[in-house]
């Protein structure tokens, strides 16, 4: 099964900003915001953006682009270091696994809102405690009360002890949440549905790969921006919505002194944001064209997520402040972040609109349309991966192909079923908690420092001019980002998040993590990166020293994909995954056997001008003269490629017809090239 390619550069940018725009847009960044001094933290965040997210997006998007590898096969660079490979893969599809968790419950709210009624609006469920307070009822008669406590329900109480509808709605109704980590009780079955749902539409969409990706993201990547404008004009137009605006933008420059948690935060949201060093940026770019402009992309796609990041945040923050002046509240009372923001406040803002419904429709799908766009390039990474690296295996038919994504999909579906358990919210939170940032970090200082060093930059250099030409501006920035700053900027985050970091808890500090419950989270974080280490254990498990001067040299088959693009210090040679034969040219094929004792023949051999060697097919009518090693010259016009024994000997000629493996090397002459071609017990020709 052909590779293929993105079916144009559009589809590419997209894809790339649909795996960068997604549901931390809206939940993550605007309260990061707000939390980390307003406005100002704008200043970090754009600083990190510059110095370490937009060179590791442009290193990543160049590198996959250059070998048209995914992000395991793409380390026949560096062959000793391609656990930092495995450590990519592995922690995305561990983001993916509970992503895909959160659009299950945006699946869920998304069939809940299809009712004249939002089931959140009221008190009077069976699910309500009494507990409950309706935000009108909350400004009514909390809100003008004296003092902590008051008397609800005929039950004195403190005022922290209501809750809201929305509140218990996704808490009692959708998660059925049980107390703790340590109960985790069975599965709750509406969500394993909607779970079902979400695994079996990421399977549709990816079924053909990009080839179908590419279609999709015309929609997921372009439509959550209309219904986010959208929710912007009604939100803008509430009362109380400009007390939220100001309060999202006002600059508290104080914080930024709170140098290990503010600027740490702006670094993890960075990785977080980009979706670098997950390897989703290289398996995409893998599929462009050779020569396509990746600086350009490397500055659209950044620039386009931060300032839909800041769109989004007056999207949130105008409701809020609605909220907070419907209920007589300050407007940090009123917001949250995570799912407590996108499940329980904005919903019960949502509920008090007219219309409410309809805007809890078009929320919600918004929401799910962001969470795929990310969804699809995070699952598709894990598939090219191990497709690139086992490609006689993966992608020898589209039966096969299919088969290895339907399983996948099942499995990590399987995977995920204990996240929509009673308890499985604790287990979301653990895994959100430790995976999002500190393995993306040290994944990306590992793959910074190994690229620059060990692979050298003069030579990532020399593989950029072959793409876009010399610019040495340009190049003389990416070597002192990526070789100094970068590498210095993600170390100090490392250390930062290492030294202010605090036991995981839940619902403001009111739960605290059980041991074993940070125990998991921290086995998680060892899961991520424990291939890093234990990968160059196993390359040098021989020869230590031999393996290791073998292992930090290129494989001889590194290097651009097509022939014509070989240039430089690449050359076609028989490791080529990619040969080709032009018309009109003289072939001296040099005799060599597999078995030792037999010397083949080269005497039958297809007319075509592609698709000579392991594949059936052939295009007829175009006729090539061979000079053999005893220099006959033949006409070609028989069957199959490169036969051996008699013409009549069927079994011979099943048995060879997919032994030819590629070119030896190409000596481009006058009116002739030369070919020696090798043959080798392999099923396998890339493109001729």
């Not at 990968?535 to 073998?550: A, F, T």
Request: proline share 4%; hydrophobic share 45%; with cysteine.
């Amino acid at each position: 099964m052909e590779r293929g390619a993105w079916g144009g550069k559009l589809e590419f940018l997209l894809t790339c900003i649909g795996s960068a725009v997604g549901l931390g847009n809206v939940w993550r960044f605007p309260y990061l915001l707000f939390e980390s001094g307003g406005g100002a933290f704008l200043i970090p965040f754009v600083l990190m953006l510059f110095l370490i997210g937009i060179p590791l997006f442009y290193l990543e998007i160049t590198w996959g682009q250059f070998a048209s590898l995914g992000p395991l096969a793409i380390f026949r660079s560096i062959p000793i270091f391609k656990g930092i490979g495995f450590g990519m893969i592995f922690t995305n599809i561990t983001v993916a696994l509970y992503y895909n968790v959160i659009i299950t419950w945006c699946l869920y709210y998304f069939f809940a809102s299809l009712t004249s009624q939002l089931p959140w609006e009221y008190c009077n469920n069976a699910w309500n405690t009494k507990y409950c307070a309706t935000s009108e009822q909350f400004k009514n008669n909390i809100s003008n009360t004296e003092g902590d406590f008051i008397e609800w329900n005929g039950i004195n109480m403190s005022k922290s002890e209501l809750v809201t509808p929305s509140e218990e709605y996704f808490y009692r109704k959708v998660l059925q949440l049980s107390p703790g980590l340590e109960k985790s009780g069975t599965i709750v079955w509406q969500l394993a549905l909607c779970l079902f749902l979400a695994w079996t539409l990421v399977f549709l969409v990816l079924i053909k790969g990009i080839a179908s990706l590419g279609k999709v993201v015309y929609v997921t990547s372009t439509f959550p921006y209309l219904l986010l404008t959208l929710m912007l004009v009604r939100g803008v137009t509430l009362p109380g919505a400009s007390i939220g605006i100001q309060f999202y933008m006002l600059p508290d420059f104080s914080r930024l002194a709170d140098s290990k948690k503010v600027w740490s935060n702006a670094a993890i949201q960075i990785f977080y944001a980009l979706s670098t060093c997950t390897g989703a940026l290289i398996a995409m770019s893998s599929y462009n064209n050779f020569k396509n402009n990746t600086l350009r992309d490397a500055l659209i796609v950044p620039i386009v997520n931060v300032l839909t990041s800041i769109y989004a945040g007056f999207v949130i923050f105008s409701v809020l402040g609605y909220m907070a002046d419907m209920q007589g509240k300050k407007v940090e009372d009123v917001a949250a972040d995570g799912p407590g923001l996108v499940f329980v406040v904005y919903p019960e803002g949502l509920s008090t609109m007219p219309a409410a419904p309809v805007w809890s429709v078009l929320f919600f799908l918004m929401m799910m349309m962001l969470g795929f766009s990310s969804m699809f390039g995070m699952v598709e990474c894990f598939f090219v991966a191990f497709m690139d690296e086992f490609p006689m295996l993966l992608r020898k038919s589209k039966e096969r192909t299919y088969l290895f994504r339907g399983v996948g999909i099942l499995i990590m579906y399987l995977i995920s079923l204990p996240m929509v358990t009673n308890g499985g919210f604790y287990l979301f939170s653990l895994v959100d908690s430790f995976t999002g940032g500190f393995p993306l970090l040290i994944i990306g200082l590992f793959e910074l420092l190994t690229l620059m060093f060990v692979y050298g930059y003069k030579n990532f250099e020399e593989d950029m001019s072959m793409m876009m030409g010399d610019k040495p501006v340009m190049f003389k920035f990416f070597r002192v980002t990526w070789c100094i700053i970068s590498p210095f900027v993600i170390l100090l985050s490392v250390i930062a998040t290492a030294v202010s970091y605090k036991k995981p808890t839940l619902f403001n500090g009111t739960y605290v993590f059980p041991a074993f419950g940070e125990a998991i989270g921290w086995l998680i974080v060892t899961f991520c990166l424990m291939f890093i280490p234990l990968y160059i254990i196993y390359y040098m498990r021989k020869d230590l020293y031999k393996l290791y001067k073998q292992g930090i040299q290129s494989e001889p088959s590194w290097g651009p994909a097509k022939a014509e693009d070989r240039t430089g210090r690449y050359k076609v040679s028989r490791y080529s995954r990619t040969s080709y034969i032009q018309k009109n040219m003289t072939i001296v094929v040099s005799q060599r056997s597999i078995n030792s004792n037999t010397t083949y023949n080269v005497h039958d051999l297809e007319a075509g001008d592609k698709d000579l060697g392991s594949r059936d097919e052939g295009v007829n009518n175009v006729a090539y003269n061979y000079d053999v090693d005893n220099e006959t010259t033949f006409q070609a016009n028989s069957t199959y490629s490169y036969l051996s024994g008699s013409k009549n000997d069927s079994n011979k000629r099943k048995q060879h017809k997919n032994e030819v493996n590629g070119l030896d090397r190409v000596d481009e002459q006058p009116n002739t090239t030369n070919v020696e071609m090798n043959f080798q017990s392999k099923n396998h020709v890339d493109k001729f």
